[in-house]
């Protein structure tokens, strides 16, 4: 019903522009007529004055008012399907949606109407950011339940065993059981960080930080396992003062070191720190075996794995390199993946220098 209505009110208004544009023709010609022949005077010229346009004029006035008519309605009708179609495909496509069908998308048929057809090109860039969204959301809650799962099934299965006599208590069985309650902090915490990041929430508390010695407690805190593991860990970090928040950016660089310890091939690990003109940046180089290209890009979002058989074999919940991203965009800066020289992963954290501290302890928030 809508359509046709709209439909009428085009092709009305159209063809009353052109009665009216005909009929202003005819009586302009008619005043003119009048002015002219009533206030100038010709000399005599040889032949008959002139006259008052006669019946013959009037026909023809007629039928040329008629013609401009139908073309009107002709142009009408066409330029009315051109932009009904696009419409009436965005109301379906809307229709859809609302229906629960999120993969439903608008035809713009004749893309020669600009205005419809970035109506729907925007339409649909809408419609797939809602469906990525949708996606986003369930393979969130399958990530999530599946990374909870495994820890909280342990800690079940060993309290069980304590109660039911099957497990003897031990030292060594209470800092596996506190090991996995570390485990789900992390993970807690991780997913706080992401969270209030993607809401433009996170908040980091600015202050006069020295950068190179919350490095040193960072590395401190993950040499037992790096060593476990394998790796030799080399520290270049000249003192740097920043305003900064040094909570988080520890928090950053454990992830970094985490990553490198999960899938890095054991060896010499790199971090380094300096200071630019501009900027603060530090940089943890690995070894290899590197990431694949087309992983590169997509490596800082959350839930990302290269290997998923393999990130879960060594316990990666995929959330590591999204709370780096997380943390450093809080500080306005930007991390980068790059490949390194010997093959390896070189990940780089640039911090401007420029956060200026509005009080004891400022705020920034993202």
């Known amino acids: 019903m809508r359509r046709y209505r709209l439909s009428r009110q085009i092709i009305l208004s159209m063809s009353s522009v052109a009665v009216i544009a005909a009929l202003i023709v005819f009586v302009g010609?008619?005043?003119?007529?009048?002015?002219?022949?009533?206030?100038?005077h010709y000399p005599e010229p040889p032949g008959p004055p002139p006259t008052f346009p006669n019946a013959r004029d009037f026909t023809l006035l007629a039928f040329f008012i008629l013609l401009g008519l139908i073309v009107a309605i002709?142009?009408?009708?066409?330029?009315?399907?051109?932009?009904?179609?696009?419409?009436?495909?965005?109301?379906?496509?809307?229709?859809?949606?609302?229906?629960?069908?999120?993969?439903?998308?608008?035809?713009?048929?004749?893309?020669?109407?600009?205005?419809?057809?970035q109506l729907v090109d925007d339409f649909n860039a809408m419609a797939q950011q809602l469906q990525d969204t949708a996606e986003a959301v369930v393979s969130w809650n399958a990530a999530i339940a599946h990374e909870l799962r495994t820890p909280l099934t342990i800690l079940?299965?060993?309290?069980?065993?304590?109660?039911?006599?099957?497990?003897?208590?031990?030292?060594?069985?209470?800092?596996?059981?506190?090991?996995?309650v570390e485990g789900l902090t992390r993970l807690v915490e991780d997913l706080r960080v992401v969270t209030l990041s993607d809401s433009q929430r996170l908040e980091v508390h600015l202050e006069a930080t020295d950068l190179a010695e919350e490095i040193r407690?960072?590395?401190?805190?993950?040499?037992?396992?790096?060593?476990?593991?394998?790796?030799?860990?080399?520290?270049?970090?000249?003192?740097?003062?920043?305003?900064?928040?040094?909570?988080?950016?520890?928090?950053?660089?454990?992830?970094?070191?985490?990553?490198?310890?999960?899938?890095?091939?054991?060896?010499?690990?790199?971090v380094l720190l300096r200071s630019e003109a501009d900027n603060v940046i530090i940089t943890v180089e690995d070894e290899g075996p590197g990431l694949p290209p087309d992983f590169a890009a997509h490596a800082f979002e959350t839930f990302t794995r290269v290997e998923p058989s393999r990130s879960r074999k060594y316990g990666g919940s995929?959330?590591?390199?999204?709370?780096?991203?997380?943390?450093?965009?809080?500080?306005?800066?930007?991390?980068?993946?790059?490949?390194?020289?010997?093959g390896g992963s070189i990940f780089k954290i640039e911090l401007p220098r420029d956060l200026v501290e509005r009080g004891p302890a400022a705020v920034l928030r993202h």
Do not use: W
Not at 108 to 116: I, Q, W
Not at 233 to 241: C, E, I, M, Q, Y
Not at 249 to 265: C, E, G, K, S, V
Not at 320 to 327: D, K, S, T
């Open 217 to 270: 407690h960072a590395v401190d805190a993950m040499q037992p396992s790096l060593t476990e593991a394998g790796f030799l860990v080399d520290v270049t970090a000249g003192s740097v003062r920043m305003t900064c928040d040094g909570v988080r950016m520890r928090q950053a660089l454990l992830a970094l070191l985490d990553n490198a310890r999960r899938h890095a091939t054991p060896g010499r690990l790199t």
């Open 156 to 180: 079940r299965g060993r309290l069980n065993g304590l109660i039911d006599g099957v497990f003897e208590p031990s030292d060594e069985l209470f800092r596996n059981l506190l090991s996995q």
């Open 74 to 117: 002709f142009v009408a009708i066409r330029l009315t399907r051109r932009i009904i179609a696009p419409l009436n495909s965005l109301a379906e496509g809307a229709r859809k949606i609302t229906a629960g069908d999120l993969t439903a998308r608008a035809s713009p048929n004749d893309r020669s109407v600009g205005e419809t057809a």
């Open 29 to 40: 010609s008619f005043l003119f007529y009048a002015i002219f022949l009533t206030y100038y």
């Open 318 to 342: 995929g959330l590591g390199l999204a709370v780096v991203r997380a943390i450093v965009e809080a500080h306005r800066g930007k991390v980068h993946y790059q490949t390194s020289s010997k």
